[in-house]
């Protein structure tokens, strides 16, 4: 079957860095998605990585390993505006998102 | 407007009643879903259109209808409402490649009673 791990919640410090991990087990894979849900809103688009490696955008980086079926997102220099939950998708072989339940990350002062 | 908007932004519903959810994109984007989202759950796709005239089934598409007569719209029926549908709905679209991010609208919390 196909299944996205991820854990429920985790807690870090503003000004620190946080790694949310996610391990994936999709029917083929076209590459994996991070997104960013504030409470009550929409999930708005974070990072996509489809080959091996670390990709780095701001604060942000994502990486992947294909062949442990693993990603995680990295989060620097935590600000309190980046409490949200932290939703990770594996695009399968008909490109549809597979869709993990999401981290809630909670910064405290 | 720009982006994707859906209405009504909430709404309470008896069941058995039908209801339709609206999405309208103006991004020209070929791709659209429908997704709910439940506590405790990840986003579970119910229906989807790869383009304009074609609409496909996604994980948990009973109970719920869909169309696709123009690239903007995208509504979603629910014929006979059911306590277990209450969720919130979102729609999404993508352009461009299959692998394209997805942009996603501000939702629905639908109740049914």
């Known amino acids: 079957g196909q299944n996205i791990d991820q854990p429920t919640e985790m807690t870090a410090t503003e000004g620190a860095i946080v790694q949310i991990n996610c391990t994936y087990q999709t029917s083929g894979f076209n590459g994996l998605f991070w997104y960013q849900q504030h409470a009550g809103e929409a999930p708005t688009f974070l990072s996509y990585n489809v080959l091996d490696g670390l990709e780095e955008k701001g604060r942000f980086s994502s990486f992947l390993s294909r062949s442990k079926g693993y990603s995680y997102l990295l989060l620097k220099e935590l600000q309190m505006k980046d409490s949200a939950s932290y939703l990770c998708?594996?695009?399968?072989?008909?490109?549809?998102?597979?869709w993990g339940a999401g981290t809630k990350l909670i910064i405290k002062p | 407007i720009a982006g994707i908007t859906q209405a009504p932004t909430s709404q309470i519903l008896a069941a058995g009643r039908r209801m339709t959810l609206r999405c309208t994109q103006d991004m020209r984007h070929n791709a659209m879903y429908w997704y709910r989202q439940d506590l405790g759950l990840g986003l579970r796709l119910i229906h989807y259109s790869n383009t304009a005239g074609t609409t496909g089934k996604g994980e948990v598409p009973d109970g719920y209808s869909v169309s696709r007569a123009n690239t903007d719209d995208f509504p979603l029926t629910l014929a006979s409402a059911v306590p277990s549908q209450t969720s919130v709905y979102f729609c999404?679209?993508?352009?461009?490649?299959?692998?394209?991010?997805?942009?996603f609208g501000p939702g629905t919390r639908l109740t049914v009673l």
């Open positions: 999404a679209s993508s352009g461009g490649g299959l692998a394209d991010e997805q942009f």
């Open positions: 998708a594996s695009m399968d072989s008909n490109y549809q998102l597979i």
